[in-house]
């Protein structure tokens, strides 16, 4: 068939029927987008001449997608997590917000009710044989003053890549925690230095990377929830120097200001000040937050997630 076959009145007149423009009842939200969407769906059909096999294979794999709840991770792959990041920091600059620590995504794999502790907290449970990780910072204002009380949510992979809850092999909350801030605004966690890791091999999502010719692969990397009363919520993680996949993240979650070089500590008197006994890595991540405005969307983001707490 050749393409551009349908002229964009018909499209367009279809595409509101179809979202019930034609009506004053229903969501008025919801028949605004779908309208924008349909239109614009019927003409990359029509453009790209899109058969009707293609557009029923692209249904499959969204149906596998939703049978195996990989959404979460189907939407960085394909950067739309990353570039709703993009426009909350544009909304952000309009409503004056300049400062603060970089954002980056969520990802899918946030479990709520992580272990709550006070200054410091072991997230390991001493049955991973990785690298000792110990990350330590301080959460202030843009105003330079600490923040004591701020809650500073971590989660991460194992040294083998996997996460608690979704790889089975992992006590519950594993390498998961919650730790509010002391009396300087600082918190320090014991950990175990996490793994990159790629999309399940039988997943949509690798199937969808492989007829992009892309890899599914994320680099190592840490992830945060930081929040304080009167301060933004910040949604962000950290990735380390030298990692084989750190600037082609299949996630977009990469940025610049959120590169932290681990530093290998050797000396005895520093593992032993540490109670360890043996070398160890050292990070340090520091976080600045915002103060709350109501000029700026919420960065408090209701969303479903693979394991409900
Ligand atoms: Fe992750």
Redesign the pocket.
Known sequence: MPADLISKTVMKELAARAAGADNAKGNKRVKEVTERLLYRLMQVIDECDVSMDEFWAAVGLLTKTAKNNEFGLMIPGVALEHFLDLRLDEAERLAGINGGTTRTIE???YVAGAPLTTGEARMDDGTDPGEVLIISGTVRGEDGNAIPGAIVDV???NSKGG?SFIDGEQAPYNLRRRIATDSKGRYLARSIVPNG?GCPPESATRELMNLLGRHAE?PA?V?YFISAPGYRQLTT?FNFTGDKYLYTDF?F?TREELIVTLERIKSPDEIRKAGLNKPFARATFDIVLTKETAQAPSTIVNREHVIAA
């Open positions: 990802g899918p794999l989660w991460h992979a996460y890791y994320r990397h992830h993680q996630a979650g």
